[in-house]
């Protein structure tokens, strides 16, 4: 047998990631360098508590949409004021 992975979707350019977010799985294509993101990290965090790594397909992000929007935006800006104290507006927490 040989260890080979997954070929990437054809419309994910190299150097990102399919990444599907909330109860609706919308996708998302995001640059791999995102997942060392400390913001990102905290969303990985919350995938492996409610995924437990026994989730099949590609990535997925358990939260709000509008809320992964803002953090992308928030990563984009590297913390231009979106996120005082590294913490996340109440009404964006993070389910």
Same mark, same amino acid.
């Given at each position: ?9 054809p ?7 399919? $990444?599907?977010v ?6 998302? *294509? *995001? ?10 990290? *905290? ?14 397909g ?14 992308l935006?928030?990563i ?5 004021g ?5 913490? $996340? ?7």
């Open positions: 047998e040989s260890c080979t992975s997954p070929k990437p979707s419309d994910v350019p190299k150097g990102y990631l399919a $990444v599907s909330g109860s609706e799985l919308r996708r998302f *294509i *995001i640059p791999t360098s995102y997942l060392t993101h400390p913001v990102f990290k *905290i969303l990985l965090e919350k995938a492996e508590e409610e995924f437990r790594y026994n989730h099949n590609g990535l997925t992000v358990p939260c709000e949409i509008e809320t992964f929007k803002y953090l935006k928030c984009e800006n590297h913390y231009k979106c996120l005082v104290e590294n913490s $996340v507006p109440k009404q964006l927490e993070i389910h």
